[in-house]
């Protein structure tokens, strides 16, 4: 290829169509942009420098239409393409940038090098069409994200299962009284099933009546009740949120943790809907080949109550994995993960729904429980430290 | 186990309150023929509610640790596990058949009274003489010991064998210690102490339900037994005390004095009224096995109340309603009856019984009581999976979106989601905050006393547990409740907290890092408020004190503040050995989720070029960048679309107390090319107006 030297710069006939001939050609082309645009000093000048690379009917960039598009072999046709788009898009970026910059260069401002065109600013950040070698195996430079808080990121996935079969959001506040905490939900007083709570309480309650005394609320199921007594059957609620519990740290417990429960209640609501969901509800959480069992429990404001176990997710349910006992589910193959049941007549007394009328299960989960089963993590202590290292790895 | 519906975070079960209560497989075969293998019958019983937690030991020495949910006191035992059994597999269960001693003519010359009718409804008790006290027969001990049960001596371990047999709990009393030939069931009188079996002295509060003789309590109801009168080997003549105590009573009085026992387990959870009897004579049974003697008289039964349990009503369709599915009745029946209740059907009706209740089901006392029984024994995994009609909408709370916004605005940021502790020390809340703590009656700890007023200590930590652990360049955000007492009730508001600290860009082979700033946590927090709808966004430097004075400022959306942010108060940070600038910003939801989130609004897109125009100015110290972009504001300029600060410059060459400011302006029309002539006016206009402010333009 001819070099330009004193004389203008004209379009050159290709007579090669390879990548590197390209490379050449546009490289050249460009640096012929650059140097003319530095000499346009007002806007007649930069009309004939519009003009020159731009025009319909005379201009190079329709020089380079025809010297190198049409003229390109079948076979090259669309690298010469996508190069001369760019080229073009080059150009036109150009002239509006150094038009812009005339205009802004008016008396009584600084001087700012508003002329500094494009192939110039490409070479500097190493963009293609630049001359200078960068290591493109070099690592690129990071924006820092924020990562999910793995308890928060696997609740929401929690909620949004219930969202998807008509749940709606309801939350509460984590300083309750006695009443929505414990008696509402049919935990009557001096009840040895409040012992198994290990309640917070909160200060200076003996002068009030004892169903207004105020206490952390160990479960989210004070919600269930604050939402009936103002709603009306049907609904559906989930109820995500932070509970406290009398437990000094360690790496299986934490005074802090957060559960999501769930309730719904209609005219026709029975156990084997229960059941319906929440087999829906772990497949959908936790993959569709999870299997679940239901066995009876406990709870005072169920009945009957039950506990639900998932195949265990690591063996597979088979109770052994990589030849040897499965740790997980401690070769049973079965993963306990929530309680449930139908919601106890006497709940529905409280709140003054008919219990001949209506029927409704309600179910809660431990979010960490399924946060650490998901992520392996094998200290619970970690969800609480805002330990970088620990949290950068749910990015 | 516990009772809220979450009772396991890491899967090895809540701090249990209770021992998991041994069951031994072999002692179950008394009184039923189990033919099944130890691991199935475990894995069965699970599955009908007797939670089988770890099976351990081979064939007969098998043990099952179970953990029995507080309304099933009548499984806390192998009778009545060997119960379920019996209806689980259909099997016979044998009754419990007392061999007893031939009584003696004399009648009994010893008196019950129950005073207390509350606390005790039934005291059952028998007498026998001339015992040989010794060592329990081995057969006995193995038995006890298979349950984790120390063997004393035969009496002792008569007792104690009966309550694993049959669940009721029984004491000895040696007669010959009890003065007044008898008991008094009462609550004990004021200064009144007992010596319990533990050697304990204790305090007696007139609440409390005692055993008494005719001078002194001799035990505490339900609960242990007196250090004075207890069997030892001098012991020839024995009472047996086989009571029904009232599960409150039981209760308050084994809190108060921290004592829980296997006896006052059972009584809390209720007891078997119908038990007395058989129980009573079930221990002297074994005591006059080994120890022989004879019993004096006949049984003395005291019946203060009677526990009768009223019939309850079972439907058919109601089972079918709760359930969802048809169950025969033939099931339904044959269930109920291996479980010990008698069912009779009401008169002409082939669906509807009256269920009389066994004495040992406190708990059953309502249909949906029996509806539990019968789905549990059925199987819940028998039942099918259905999905319920629904015929409602999903109703999303208002902050929903507003908090989907702010989180996903911080993550994007570069903020990792963090959680801490809902607890802070006194000092902390003093420091944080001016609202009034609430305090915990039952705290952790003394640094985790107080409800948090403030997320910022809690986030200073997390900080500080980083820089403790090498990783230098931390962002954070946290978004919870903090509590502040009021005359009412609770005050309980969402905040977020953000805190930063090292360098605002990493540091990389393309550039170096640049340290975290004001400016960086300010674009932030302004980044977060712009979502959301205002009128007017100011920024004044009255942040609170534990900010550093000028390097912090408060945001005020409308007039009013809703977060607050900069550098933490040097002297703060030094006392934490945080040993870093720390940059800290609050974002008070509360105030902020007043504002609607901003809707977008298309605006066309300029088709005429913009003119640009800089304008480098000196100006005091004292004109803040505020003052002036309020005065070029003012102007009233349609065509000016910015004004923004390029560049500037202290030091140097400027005298002291001033300082360069480049500003540019930007004009653009929607409707034409602008004129010259029209920028130069304006132009002139703001340098007027600069001038006005005191600026002097620089050559």
Redesign the interface.
């Known amino acids: 290829m001819p070099k330009e030297k004193a004389s203008l710069y004209t379009v050159p006939k290709l007579k090669s169509f390879s990548a590197a001939a390209l490379d050449n050609a546009v490289e050249n082309m460009l640096a012929a942009l650059g140097a003319e645009s530095k000499k346009v000093t007002d806007e007649i000048s930069w009309k004939l420098f519009r003009d020159r690379w731009i025009s319909r009917n005379n201009g190079l960039l329709t020089a380079v239409n025809e010297l190198w598009l049409k003229a390109a072999p079948k076979e090259a046709k669309r690298d010469v393409g996508q190069r001369v788009n760019e080229l073009k898009k080059q150009v036109e970026a150009t002239v509006e940038e150094v038009?812009?910059s005339l205009?802004?260069s008016?008396p009584?401002?600084?001087k700012?090098d508003r002329r500094d065109p494009l192939p110039a600013k490409a070479a500097r950040r190493g963009a293609p069409g630049s001359s200078e070698q960068i290591d493109i195996t070099?690592?690129g430079?990071?924006?820092?994200?924020?990562?999910?808080?793995p308890?928060?990121k696997t609740m929401h996935e929690i909620v949004s299962v219930f969202?998807d079969?008509?749940?709606?959001?309801?939350?509460g506040?984590?300083?309750e009284t006695d009443y929505y905490n414990f008696e509402a939900l049919n935990?009557p007083p001096?009840?040895?099933?409040?012992?198994?709570?290990?309640t917070?309480?909160?200060?200076?309650?003996e002068s009030k009546p004892a169903r207004d005394r105020?206490l952390?609320r160990?479960?989210t199921?004070p919600v269930q009740i604050r939402t009936m007594a103002t709603m009306k059957p049907?609904?559906?609620i989930v109820i995500p949120g932070?509970?406290?519990r009398?437990?000094?740290?360690d790496?299986?417990?934490?005074?802090?943790?957060h559960?999501v429960?769930g309730l719904?209640v209609?005219a026709?609501?029975?156990?084997?809907?229960l059941?319906?969901?929440l087999?829906?509800a772990m497949k959908a959480l936790f993959g569709s080949s999870v299997k679940t069992?239901?066995?009876?429990?406990?709870?005072?404001f169920t009945?009957?109550?039950?506990?639900v176990q998932i195949s265990c997710i690591f063996c597979g349910g088979k109770g052994y994995r990589d030849g040897g006992r499965c740790p997980n589910c401690k070769a049973s193959g079965w993963?306990?993960l929530?309680?449930?049941g139908?919601v106890?007549?006497n709940v529905f007394g409280f709140v003054g729904y008919d219990s001949t009328r209506v029927?409704g299960f309600?179910?809660?989960?431990?979010v960490?429980?399924i946060a650490?089963l998901k992520y392996g993590v094998d200290d619970?202590q970690l969800?609480?430290?805002?330990?970088?290292?620990f949290?950068?790895q749910f990015l | 186990?516990?009772?809220?519906?979450?009772?396991?975070?890491?899967?090895?079960g809540?701090?249990a309150?209770q021992p998991l209560m041994k069951i031994s497989p072999q002692w179950l075969r008394d009184f039923v023929d189990l033919q099944v293998e130890p691991r199935q019958l475990a894995e069965d019983l699970?599955?009908?509610?007797i939670?089988v937690e770890s099976v351990s030991g081979e064939s007969d020495r098998t043990i099952f640790e179970t953990e029995i949910?507080?309304?099933?006191p009548d499984a806390m035992n192998h009778y009545g596990v060997a119960r379920e059994c019996s209806a689980l597999y259909n099997l016979p269960l044998k009754p419990i058949v007392p061999k007893l001693p031939a009584e003696t003519a004399t009648a009994a010359d010893f008196q019950i009274e129950i005073e207390d009718k509350d606390g005790c409804a039934r005291y059952t008790a028998r007498i026998v003489r001339g015992v040989k006290i010794k060592d329990s027969p081995g057969s006995i001990a193995k038995r006890l010991l298979s349950v984790d049960q120390r063997p004393i001596n035969n009496a002792a371990d008569a007792s104690n064998y009966t309550l694993w047999e049959m669940g009721h709990p029984t004491h000895a009393f040696d007669l010959d210690l009890l003065e007044g030939g008898k008991i008094i069931v009462r609550r004990a009188r004021q200064g009144e102490t007992l010596k319990t079996l533990d050697g304990v002295d204790r305090k007696l509060s007139p609440e409390d339900l005692i055993i008494a003789d005719a001078k002194k309590p001799v035990a505490l109801a339900g609960v242990m037994g007196g250090f004075d009168t207890m069997i030892t080997a001098k012991t020839k003549n024995i009472l047996i005390e086989s009571a029904w105590f009232d599960?409150?009573a039981v209760?308050?009085s084994s809190r108060r004095h921290g004592l829980h026992t296997d006896a006052s387990h059972r009584f809390?959870?209720g007891a078997d009224y119908g038990a007395t009897s058989l129980a009573c004579a079930r221990v002297v049974q074994r005591i006059t096995e080994s120890g022989g003697g004879t019993l004096h008289g006949h049984e003395i039964d005291a019946i203060a109340r009677r526990l009768d349990q009223a019939p309850v009503l079972l439907r058919m369709a109601e089972v079918h309603?709760?359930?969802?599915?048809k169950l025969a009745t033939d099931e339904v029946l044959r269930i109920l009856r291996a479980l010990g209740f008698d069912l009779i059907p009401e008169a002409g009706l082939e669906t509807e019984f009256a269920v009389q209740i066994p004495s040992w089901r406190l708990d059953v006392e309502?249909e949906?009581?029996l509806?539990?029984e019968i789905?549990?024994l059925h199987g819940?995994?028998k039942?099918?999976?259905?999905?319920?009609?629904?015929?409602?909408?999903?109703?999303?709370?208002p902050s929903?979106g507003k908090d989907r916004k702010t989180r996903t605005t911080?993550?994007?940021?570069?903020?990792?989601?963090?959680?801490?502790?809902?607890?802070v020390s006194h000092e902390d809340a003093a420091q944080f905050s001016e609202a009034t703590v609430?305090?915990?009656?039952?705290?952790?700890s003394d640094e985790?006393s107080v409800?948090r007023n403030s997320m910022v200590p809690g986030?200073l930590?997390?900080?500080a547990?980083?820089l403790n652990?090498g990783?230098e360049?931390?962002?954070?955000?946290?978004g919870?409740?903090v509590?502040a007492a009021s005359a009412e009730k609770?005050l309980?508001t969402t905040h977020i907290c953000i805190g930063a600290v090292g360098n605002a860009?990493?540091s990389?082979?393309?550039?170096n890092g640049r340290p975290f700033s004001f400016f960086d946590i300010k674009g932030d927090i302004e980044a977060l408020l712009n979502s959301f709808q205002h009128a007017v966004l100011t920024y004044d430097g009255d942040a609170a004190a534990y900010y550093q004075k000028g390097r912090s400022a408060r945001a005020l959306m409308d007039g009013r503040m809703v977060a607050q942010f900069g550098q933490i108060n040097s002297e703060i940070s030094a006392a934490r050995k945080l040993r870093h600038n720390v940059f800290i910003g609050e974002v008070y939801l509360d105030k902020l989720y007043v504002h609607e989130l901003r809707q977008p609004r298309y605006k066309p897109i300029a088709r005429y070029?913009?003119?640009?125009?800089?304008?480098?100015f000196i100006f005091e110290d004292s004109v803040v960048f505020d003052r002036i972009r309020e005065a070029i504001t003012n102007l009233g300029l349609k065509e000016l679309r910015s004004f923004i600060p390029v560049e500037i410059f202290r030091g140097g060459s400027m005298t002291s107390g001033t300082y360069s400011l480049?500003l540019r302006a930007r004009f653009q029309s929607n409707d034409r090319t602008l004129r010259?002539d029209e920028?130069?006016e304006w132009?002139a206009e703001i340098?007027k107006t600069l001038e006005g402010l005191g600026g002097k333009?620089?050559a």
């Open positions: 038009k812009a205009s802004g008016a009584g401002s600084d700012l070099l690592p430079i990071h924006r820092p994200l924020g990562a999910e808080h308890v928060i969202r079969l008509g749940y709606s959001v309801q939350e506040p984590e300083i935990f001096n009840h040895p099933a409040r012992d198994t709570q290990d917070l309480f909160i200060a200076n309650q105020l952390l160990t479960h199921s049907p609904l559906r932070k509970v406290h009398n437990d000094a740290p790496a299986t417990h934490s005074p802090i943790f559960q429960e719904a209609d026709s609501i029975t156990f084997c809907d059941k319906g969901t087999d829906y069992r239901f066995y009876p429990s406990f709870f005072p009945e009957p109550s039950a506990d993963i306990e929530l309680g449930c139908m106890d007549p029927s309600a179910f809660g989960m431990g960490e429980r650490i619970i969800f609480y430290q805002g330990d970088v290292r949290l950068e | 186990m516990a009772s809220g519906f979450t009772y396991k975070i890491a899967g090895e809540a701090r309150t699970t599955l009908a509610g939670a949910t507080t309304n099933r599960q409150v209760r308050k809390e959870r309603r709760i359930l969802g599915e309502r949906i009581d509806i539990e789905a549990r819940y995994d039942f099918p999976n259905t999905l319920p009609d629904f015929s409602g909408a999903v109703k999303e709370a929903v911080l993550l994007a940021l570069g903020y990792n989601e963090a959680i801490s502790q809902t607890f609430i305090e915990l009656a039952n705290p952790l985790a409800m986030m930590n997390m900080l547990y980083n652990r990783s360049n931390v962002r954070l955000f946290e919870g409740h509590f609770p309980e860009t990493p990389a082979v393309h550039e070029p913009a003119v640009e125009r800089d304008f480098s480049l010259e920028v130069a132009s340098v333009q620089r």
